[in-house]
Structures are given as C-alpha cells and as structure tokens.
C-alpha cells in the first residue's frame, strides 16, 4: 500500500505496518532473509543497518514494526519464544527487587519465577489480582513489577488492566500484561496503562501451530534501549523464518478471532446446558462472574477502535467474541474428564492454543502437571478447550458425542 498504514484500521496494520514492498524487487511479502551476516561499503559503514543477524535481521523488523502498530506501542521486540520473551524483559530487574505475580499465570511463567529467578534473588508472591484489596497489600518498598494474565489460563478469569495499573504506578512500579490469550484484536494493554505486553506468538498471533515464538512492546524509550540491548546481549531471538510465519499468521488475526470467538460461544451454550458438565468459564457468557471485566478489557481492542459512538462500540465487541478459549468442570470428576478428552474426533488432544484447528486437553495432568502441589493447582475435573475455526456444528456434534 502507499501512505502510512499507522493511520489505518487493525486489520490494515495487521497487513501492511512495517510491511512496505521490498526496495530491491518490489517484492510484496516480506522476505526470508536466511543470513547470519550483512556486507558492510567500508567499516562500520553498513548497507541498510544491519551487522549480524542476532542484534537485527529485516524479517524480523517487519514484524516488531507490525506488532508495535497493532498493540499501539511504540517499540516492538521478537524473541524464540514466549519464555524468551518474558526471561529477557526480567533481565531489566535486579536481585532484591520484588515481583507480584498473578496466582493464576500460565505455569511456566510461575516455574521461571519460583525456580530460575528466585535464584538470582528476584522475589515473588502469587496474588489474586482480581481483588483489589489483596493487591494493595501485596506491594512492599521493593516491588518493581506487577506481572498479569488476563483472560486467566485455564480458568478464564478477568483481572481490569486498568485498575492494576493505576496500583502499580502509585507504588512506582510497572505492570506486565501477558496477553497472549486475547490478542491485540481484543484487547491492548498499553492503551488501558501497561508499561510491557508479553505475548507467546506461538498461539494466536501464529495462529498455525507451526511456530514457537515471542514478542514484547512498550512505549518507553529508555526501557526500550536496555531491552534491546538485553535482547542482543542475551541472544534468545528468533530465527527469520519464524518472523516470516508469524507475519504471515498476523494478516489473518482478525478474521480467525472472530471466527474463534463465534465458534467459542457456541460451545460455551452447547456445555453450560449439557447434563454431564458441572460449570462452564468463558468471559462471554453473560452470567460469567467476569464478563463486565473482560467488556472493560475488551474494549481497548483494535476491534473496535474505529467506534466512537456507545451504542456501536458495544455491538462490536459481540461481534468481535470474547476468544477461542473454553474450560469447564465434568461432572464425575477427574476420570470423566480424563474420559472426555480421550474420546473427542475432532479435538485433538494435545497441550498449547491458539491455532486454527481445535484442541482439548485435561491440564491437570498436562499443561499444569508442573504445578501439582503449588499454590497454582487446578481442579482435577476440568477440561480445557482451545475451539477452532472448523465448522461449529461438527464440533458441537464432536461433543455431544464424547460427553455422552
Ligand atoms: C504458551 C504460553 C506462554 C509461553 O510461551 P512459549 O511460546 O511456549 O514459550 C506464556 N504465556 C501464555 C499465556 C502461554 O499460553
């Protein structure tokens, strides 16, 4: 496209920011630059910036420049993963420096702070965020960060980005926000008062399945500079196929999310009716305990940007759907669900989220296995849905069949 994709809408950025034709050829997809080194006219005089491949590749430009745009920041970070991504930004911190950590966060999140962190001497407490009052009490003189998920995994709770915010900053501390689970289409952090938005790419952003990956923005410039300089020096980066595959994914985040989103209420009514399901969690559901939090959230999503009147703005929030993710309790406890995931067609059971094909999994005994015995243990009866973008009657009939 010619002029500057920033002034557009999501779904334009989501193609275009950071994306302008190759210079050389005029090639409209960015290319894979698949090198280690970059030539130089003369010492220290480089062609178009780049040096060596770890401190900066094109591919990888392009989509720091696209994520930054899409999530309203101002400097985008890409990483070899999601942990990567989060490892490297705690470098910005030193030992003696306390963190509260969201007692529901993905667990790996919870494993690096309880058994890598700790030992270079950042603290931690897992804090029920939704409660502001615990929150409050949860800071002391040191903390330096408030690290938030939200919607939570596997539980589906909201926890107002806002209101965090505001907390962290009157206690001169800065808010993370992994956001992983909602994407930019439906909710960016920075725009409510985050100072970092963490994402596994590996998830919606990628969208296939076929790529492990991280990124984080900001709007600071000085932190930026320390994270990129974290960024070199520690050398957790993606390889500039991977920033291909996840640019390739992102022009499609708009559509996939709300096919995700429509496919996810559907079978959020289909199991809150269903005999053999004792409580269904999705933040759409009008009943939801979080629902209001997550409309809050929500609304500072790239979907509905353009909407400035209430009224529409309110409508396209149902339209866009409130994610891809489902969990719910099975009557008959854990050897039900146990039964449950092990007899769907269509759900594949398998760990991770986020892709175009649907995927089930008990995370007890798998994505949380880990975290047995931990303040962050999750019910044995529950089953954890990641709802693609296939045909939503055959995977309400996929159900029907294995909770029968
Ligand atoms: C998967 C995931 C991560 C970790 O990302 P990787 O790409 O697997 O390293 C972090 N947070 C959330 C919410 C995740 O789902």
Redo the contacts with the bound molecule.
Sequence with gaps: MKGNPNDKGFETRAIHAGQPPEQGTGAVTVPIYQTSTFAQHAVGETYGGYEYARTGNPTRTALEACIASLEGGKHGFAFA??????TTLCYLFQPGDHVILGDD??G??YRLFARVLSRYGITFDLVDLTQPEKTEAAFRPQTKLVWL?TPT?PLLKSIDIAQVADLAHAHSARLAV?N??ASPYLQRPLLLGADFV?H????YLGGHSDV???LVVLNDDALAERLAFHQNAVGAVPGPFDCFLVLRGIKTLGVRMRQHGENARRVADFLAEHPAVEQVFYPGLPGNAYHAIARRNFASGGSVASETDPHSRETALDRAGFGGMVSFLAKGGEAAARQIVSSTQIFTLAE???GVESLIEHPGAMTHASLAGSPIEVPASLVRLSVGIENADDLLADLAQALE
Aim: charged content about 10%.
């Design positions: 993963s999601g942990m990567a991504a989060t966060v993905y790996g999140t998920e995994n992994d992983t689970f963490v596994s790419a590996t998830k492990v990956h991280g991770s989220l986020g």
